[in-house]
């Protein structure tokens, strides 16, 4: 079965810089992937490629077997979630227009839009009676995250990208919509790739992690076996789970 | 007041108006799509902004003299003056597009991209709503100085109420000044006032 995601030798480089060097990984359907790392260490990138956002400078990135550059970049992005810190929602539309965007986008008629939009608000946990004609000035962080959440699963993508989405969070809130993240994947089933640099975080949502480091894949584990991972870079992330027992 | 100084302000007051309607109509229609333009043309901001700069900068009375001479819009009469009322309008209406759109919060246009949206949806349904306060407070700024400008339109015969200053000007004859300013400081007034509430009707970016 072709994997939905493929990454085969990807570089990516810009002003004279490698971003991400020689980077190969294969998404399972089904699976949720962290790409953890530091600032700077290509994961973000990494994820803009997928829905062609970015180019690569060498290598392919492979959506259902074929290369995003050989994608129409529209047709290729609506059929790919995206949620990122922020949440990024239109200012000027409502709750209720910010998650059925891109249904309309795609034509699907008015109605139907409605029933979408007000199933998914219930799912993460909205009441669209309360929620659906507000604006996003008129929520907190937290709820705007989840109408972000919403509005990327609304054309129901196979796909879901998820760039620090709870970075910006309060710890409360942001552990309640890791909660809701994996009570939704349990549901869904969907695959996706899950960017953060904590690594409490993709301890928690991760089937997968893929450590990067200076643009290289460091590691690839299931958590478990991430917690035993031998590499620097993998340790100094392992040490943030408990700083007191720093390793000498 | 005679009824034919009343009648003559009306008049004057009309042809105020239709000079201002027409150089704002024009300047609009060049510098939104001009400077939407320039939002996707990153090299070409700086020459096209400091054009404008330069406009604004030659005194208003030495533009409308040098554009006499010139053929097809030059000569003496309305065309002309509503050349240099144009040429005045570009600046605040083509830089407040500019800084509108540029304004628009990163994220959002990201969203918008990765969400499939096509270069025409990301303009019409994301950055022109979200610009469009900015954009409107240029063409407010653009408008009230235009009336004010619109009335050196009479020096090179574009009528208009300078008509009463220049000849007011002349005959040392404050009253004719006033018959000419007070008018055209009340449109300038309304102009604000009205546009200012349209404006406002914008949420803000």
Known sequence: ?248 | MTPDLAREILDLTAEHLVLVGVAMAIAVAVAIPAGILLTRRAPLQRWVIGFANVMQTVPSLALFGFLIPLPFIGGIGKHTAIVALVLYALLPVLRNTLTGILGVDPAVRESAVAMGMTGRQLLFEVELPLAARTILAGVRVATVTTIGTATIAAAIGGGGLGVFIFRGLASVDSTLILAGALPAALIALAADGGLGWVEKKFSPA
């Open chain 1, 1 to 248: 079965m072709t994997p939905p995601v493929s990454f085969r030798n990807v570089s990516y480089r810009v002003g004279g810089k490698d971003i991400l060097r020689d980077f190969s990984l294969d998404v399972a359907a089904g699976e949720t992937i962290v790409l953890l790392g530091r600032s700077g260490s290509g994961k973000t990138t990494a994820l803009k490629m997928v829905n062609a956002l970015l180019r690569p400078s060498a290598g392919e990135v492979m959506v259902d077997g074929r290369p995003t550059t050989s994608w129409d970049p529209i047709r290729l992005r609506r059929r790919i979630g995206y949620v990122i810190q922020e949440a990024g929602l239109f200012p000027h539309v409502t709750v209720e227009g910010n998650v059925g965007l891109v249904p309309r986008l795609e034509g699907t008629p008015a109605a139907a839009i409605r029933t979408r939009v007000h199933a998914l608000l219930d799912q993460v946990g909205l009441p669209p009676a309360q929620f659906a004609a507000r604006y996003p000035r008129e929520l907190s962080g937290g709820q705007r995250q989840r109408v972000g959440v919403a509005r990327a699963l609304a054309a129901d993508p196979p796909l879901l990208l998820f760039d620090e989405p709870f970075g910006a969070l309060d710890p409360v809130t942001r552990v309640e919509l890791q909660r809701q993240f994996l009570e939704l994947r349990r549901r869904l089933g969907k695959t996706a790739i899950f960017v953060t640099h904590d690594v409490r975080e993709a301890l928690l949502v991760a089937t997968r992690i893929a450590l990067l480091h200076e643009g290289r894949l460091a590691v690839l584990a299931a958590p478990a076996d991430f917690l035993r991972a031998r590499g620097e870079e993998a340790r100094a992330f392992l040490a943030c789970l408990d700083p007191q027992a720093a390793p000498p």
